[in-house]
């Protein structure tokens, strides 16, 4: 990503020098030359800074460089650099996820991510449920205790990355977070019990920007650190920054962002509007809960393959490691290579004479075994269960019917969506063409579909790069209508008609229905 304009500046100053008719105090001397470069009014200058300011400009013959960061609404100088003194500055993008948390460093200078760290979310301890988390912060210091925690997490990695890149933490600057509306909640240590109760209202739906000092982050004490705000307790601030990095509500043609979870989370709409909502079709769709799920790790099935014809199976394995269970890709492709095969009916029943040595009973019922247990790393055989395709078929639908319904919201079809974002692991690594053959995602041109990524860090990245993002936030959250799914009639009516492989309307698969000839 190209810095045009990011938040921190480096400004070369060839000070004039004093004389008897220039006597301005070296303060004076350099905020005006500050404001020669910035068109800022008033510059503010830390007292350390203005300490060492007489030796700086002496040693440098009044040749400096000054380091000067955004504020959000205009310029401050945060350090003074001698003249052929190392020149480091880097930002730190972090997406404060409730499992993870990854840390970016951004080099200001070179405009690039120099390192990028994964570490796992300390509050884990207190329950895997973001509602567990709520409740032990009701407890006494246990709001405090999570705060800690997270501060914790963050200067550690500040050190770590500050090690490998040999700089010294008081070289980052600024830092951008985006997390969801309870987990900066817990950053910033605000109340966060009336987020999961009625009427559902955070205690803050945007922030200041915050001095490092107040956090106790160890950073430079002159730098800032900035989290995306929120517009309410279910649409959080690293679904705006993903909205920031996917740039959809800077363009004319309409998108449609889905980030799935826990909860699938989807914005549709351009520059002119902004629909959302968010509904509860993640969890088997991320393995949470089948019986041989797990997380993208080493050893999860991510690909499967069964030939039509002969029925051979292969699969592949994240890193190639011996299988262990099956991640989200790796279910989407399994359900939609036993429909292709003819191994499950659209109903979502399997087919047990199709491959009776593939279908077994197993705690009292059915199951396709994917990986015999010989061929398993935990000695137990990998399978999909009757109740784990039921369970599917249910995250599918409600995934593919809080789409229909949301553009059903704003009178459109599939077909107006010009770009399709996928973001997270999930759309890192899950096939279009399966996820429609299934009938989780729309049939619409696979060109279409566009994987993001971690769109949360890309979008705290993006931040740091862009000053003018800041507003551009602003301008998201005014845009953006809520749509509460839990309160529309016409999900439950329309959700019935997606309980099927791949939907009871073959019309809107047409080329599932072609291909599979149904």
């Not at 933490?169 to 817990?186: K, L, Q």
């Not at 994240?318 to 299988?323: L, V």
């Not at 399978?383 to 784990?388: A, E, G, L, T």
């Not at 949360?456 to 209508?481: F, H, P, Q, W």
């Amino acid at each position: 990503m190209e810095a045009n304009d990011p938040v921190l500046k480096r400004l070369a100053l060839d000070l004039p020098k004093p004389a008897l008719g220039d006597n301005r105090s070296h303060e004076k001397r350099l905020k005006d030359a500050i404001k020669q470069k910035v068109n800022e009014k008033d510059i503010k200058i830390p007292l350390d800074v203005l300490r060492a300011l007489p030796e700086c400009l002496l040693q440098s013959n009044y040749n400096i460089k000054a380091l000067c960061i955004f504020n959000g609404q205009g310029w401050r100088l945060s350090n003074c650099l001698k003249n052929g003194e190392k020149e480091r500055a880097f930002g730190l993008a972090i997406d404060l996820g409730s499992t993870s948390v990854v840390f970016y460093l951004v080099d200001f200078f070179s405009s690039k991510t120099v390192s990028t760290l994964s570490l796992e979310n300390p509050q884990r301890a207190h329950g895997e449920d973001i509602l567990e988390r709520i409740l032990f912060a009701r407890k006494k210091e246990g709001l405090l205790i999570l705060q800690r925690e997270i501060i914790e997490l963050i200067n550690s990695a500040i050190k770590r990355l500050s090690e490998e890149q040999g700089i010294n933490p008081y070289d980052i600057y600024y830092i951008s977070v985006a997390g969801n509306t309870t987990m900066c909640h817990f950053l910033l240590a605000l109340d966060p019990s009336h987020i999961c109760k009625e009427p559902y209202i955070p205690t803050a739906n945007s922030f200041d920007l915050l001095e490092p000092g107040s956090l106790d982050i160890d950073i430079n004490p002159h730098g800032l650190v900035y989290c995306f705000p929120n517009v309410g307790s279910y649409f959080g601030g690293d679904l705006i920054s993903g909205i920031l990095a996917s740039q959809m509500a800077e363009k004319e043609e309409i998108s449609l962002l889905v980030d799935v979870g826990t909860n699938a989370e989807v914005v549709l709409g351009n520059k002119d509007w902004l629909v959302a909502c968010a509904g509860a079709a993640g969890p088997a769709l991320e393995g949470g809960i089948l019986s041989c799920g797990m997380r993208a790790q080493d050893g999860a099935i991510e690909r499967v393959k069964i030939d039509p014809e002969n029925l051979t199976i292969t699969y592949k394995t994240i890193n190639d490691k011996p299988p262990r269970g099956l991640c989200g890709s790796g279910i989407i492709d399994l359900l939609a290579a036993m429909f292709e095969a003819g191994l499950v009916e659209p109903t979502g029943k399997l087919v047990r004479d199709r491959m009776p040595q593939r279908i077994k009973e197993i705690d009292g019922e059915p199951a396709f075994i994917l990986v015999p247990e010989k061929d398993s790393a935990s000695g137990r055989p990998i399978y999909i269960s009757q109740s784990d395709i039921k369970n599917l078929i249910r995250s599918k639908g409600a995934m593919y019917t809080i789409l229909n319904v949301v553009i059903q919201s704003v009178g459109i079809e599939f077909s107006d969506i010009d770009a399709f974002y996928v973001a997270g692991a999930f759309g890192n690594y899950i096939d279009p063409e399966r996820a429609i053959t299934i009938g989780m995602l729309p049939d619409i041109p696979l060109e279409r579909f566009k994987p993001l990524g971690n769109s949360a860090g890309k979008g705290a990245v993006r931040l740091l790069l862009e000053k003018s993002s800041m507003k551009k936030v602003e301008e998201i959250c005014e845009k953006i209508t809520y749509l509460e799914m839990n309160v529309r009639g016409d999900f439950m009516n329309q959700l019935t008609g997606a309980l099927f492989l791949p939907h009871t309307d073959l019309k809107r698969f047409p080329s599932v229905a072609k291909r599979l000839n149904l």
